[in-house]
């Protein structure tokens, strides 16, 4: 990418160096769900007109990956065709797999976590994904919990989601979020989210009514220097949570199938997603597609806010 800027080692796009220079709206996007989560050309075309929802907006677009050993924050369309092409080639990254994939010039495709680290240290404080990571169910006995949940413990980037992915125990997940200082919000609801359902049972810490509640809330945590991630939960649009029970039926089935098949560890979530969507005849990927554009317009919109802020145009926390 000619005249990219570099961070370090990290490797920043012209549109999101000169963005970040004047204090105009970043948002982050992570690299997995092109990677990992659809076929080729499916996942670019995603991809694409998830970056265009965030234009339109009025934010920049940073999605982030490792391309060549190197941490790219905005990628072009060469740049993310290639991961799109390399599929589930390109290693999935989480924060601790960082050395791994940059001492042996590899190709990663990150994580939340790893994409919030990177995204920190280029200054961006906005992240859009599908749904976090969290404690997995019977996590009391395996301790499969998510670095997601930690990640957000000591890093402070708002990440916007359709809230904790439903193969996962909810209730255990926002108790440990909890123990990390992470503050939870639920966009324009009582009730945390559970990705591919409105409803989790689990009441939400926090409210927000708009993308200014969500900006001041974030500049709040920022200007104290908590130091912790805030996570943002948003519900999937409800034209696509009606399939939420089919959904589950089917997420109860691959969880029996994970457990014979002994599939633990960051192997369990990538199964999960693949094995309801085929029980489901596709109808997971289109709601998990759907929700991840709706998390993007909304997610765009926090980050206009907060530049707002940031600028003096509209009234922050304080």
Do not use: W
Request: hydrophobic share 40%; charged share 20%.
């Amino acid at each position: 990418m000619k005249n990219s800027k570099r961070l370090g080692y990290i490797k920043i796009a012209p549109n999101v160096a000169d963005a970040l220079t004047h204090g105009d709206p970043v948002l982050a996007l992570e690299s997995t769900i092109i990677s990992h989560g659809m076929p080729y050309p499916q996942n670019l075309e995603c991809a694409k007109e998830v970056e265009s929802i965030v234009r339109k907006n009025g934010a920049v677009p940073a999605t982030i990956a490792i391309l060549n050993g190197i941490p790219c924050i905005g990628l072009n369309n060469e740049e993310l065709e290639t991961l799109a092409l390399l599929g589930k080639n390109a290693q999935k990254t989480a924060r601790r797999d960082i050395p791994a994939v940059i001492a042996v010039k590899g190709n990663g495709a990150t994580t939340v976590s790893a994409t919030m680290f990177f995204a920190s240290k280029a200054g961006i404080s906005v992240f859009v994904t599908g749904g976090i990571g969290g404690v997995h169910r019977h996590g009391e006995q395996t301790l499969d919990i998510s670095s997601d949940l930690t990640e957000l413990g000591k890093t402070p980037v708002a990440v916007i989601s359709a809230g904790v992915k439903s193969i996962l125990d909810i209730p255990r997940t926002l108790e440990y979020m909890e123990t990390q200082g992470v503050t939870v919000a639920a966009y324009r609801t009582h009730e945390f989210p559970a990705f591919f359902t409105e409803s989790s049972g689990c009441e939400a810490p926090c409210l927000i009514n708009t993308p200014e509640d969500g900006a001041r809330l974030i500049d709040a945590s920022l200007k104290h220097g908590l130091g912790s991630g805030i996570l943002i939960a948003v519900p999937i649009p409800k034209e696509y949570s009606a399939s939420g029970n089919l959904i589950e039926a089917a997420i109860q089935t691959a969880l029996n199938e994970a457990r014979e098949q002994n599939i633990t560890g960051n192997a369990a979530t990538p199964f999960l997603l693949a094995r309801v969507n085929e029980l489901t005849k596709g109808a997971s990927l289109a709601a998990n597609i759907a929700l991840v554009k709706n998390n993007a317009a909304i997610g765009s919109k926090i980050a206009v806010a907060l530049a707002k802020i940031r600028k003096g145009h509209l009234r922050s926390a304080l």
